[in-house]
């Protein structure tokens, strides 16, 4: 139902470089509206993580970067480390059925 | 600094009323930003349900909005969620959360509260 798509898992080693992209559409990425990332580690309510496509909050390390083209988004986390592992979520705003936020699918980050 | 913190019933009856309240402390609710009801079904991913201002002005998501009502109490900071007709598909922890930014399709949810898992059977 989700009109924002990533992949369920990705996975990497410690020290690894890991993208993970967000694809959307021309009335949500495409129409130029922010995307913003949040991580939800086990058990614990989701945290901002990227707002306004690749704005950090204070306290989040450099490790998180964002990007935005065309329709798709993508959250970069560089030097990964176990404490990363958790669900990923892109989100943004869709013009489409009245104007609505909207999430992305979720992407599971496990470090091997 | 602000917390969220839901409360609520944990357990709803099938085609009953779900009604949960989110109390906002160390902050006011007339704050500027808009205060939102976020759901997660168990084991399953992120649904924005709607949002509201200090003002009373709210936005639904359209798949919900023959159902949900949300409203604030600015004499108790604090604001609510009402979920009339509630199924099995219903079930999920519910998340109140700021949203904070200078419009609808800029804002981020920026605070959450811990959730309230609220399941609904018959």
């Known amino acids: 139902q989700s009109v924002l798509t990533q992949p369920p898992s990705m996975s990497g080693v410690p020290g690894q470089r890991v993208i993970i992209p967000c694809s959307g559409s021309g009335s949500n990425i495409g129409a130029d509206y922010d995307v913003h990332w949040y991580q939800q580690l086990p058990g614990t309510a989701p945290k901002l993580l990227i707002y306004g496509n690749n704005n950090r909050p204070s306290g989040v390390p450099d490790r998180f970067s964002g990007s935005k083209s065309g329709t798709s988004a993508s959250l970069a986390i560089t030097g990964l480390q176990a404490a990363d592992e958790a669900v990923y979520y892109c989100q943004s705003y869709d013009s489409s059925l009245s104007g609505s936020k909207v999430f992305g699918t979720g992407t599971k980050v496990t470090v091997l | 600094q602000v917390q969220l913190q839901e409360s609520g019933p944990g357990l709803v009856k099938t085609s009953g009323t779900l009604s949960l309240t989110c109390a906002v402390s160390g902050g006011s609710l007339s704050s500027g930003d808009w205060w939102t009801w976020v759901r997660q079904p168990p084991g399953k991913g992120l649904e924005w349900i709607g949002d509201i201002y200090q003002s009373g002005s709210t936005h639904y998501n359209p798949s919900l909005s023959s159902r949900v009502t949300i409203s604030v109490d600015k004499s108790k900071n604090q604001f609510s969620l009402r979920l009339s007709f509630v199924t099995a598909a219903d079930t999920a922890v519910y998340f109140c959360?700021?949203?904070?930014?200078?419009?609808?399709?800029?804002?981020?949810?920026?605070?959450w509260g811990q959730g309230t898992m609220v399941t609904v059977s018959s």
């Open positions: 959360v700021r949203d904070r930014g200078p419009t609808m399709t800029t804002r981020a949810f920026d605070l």
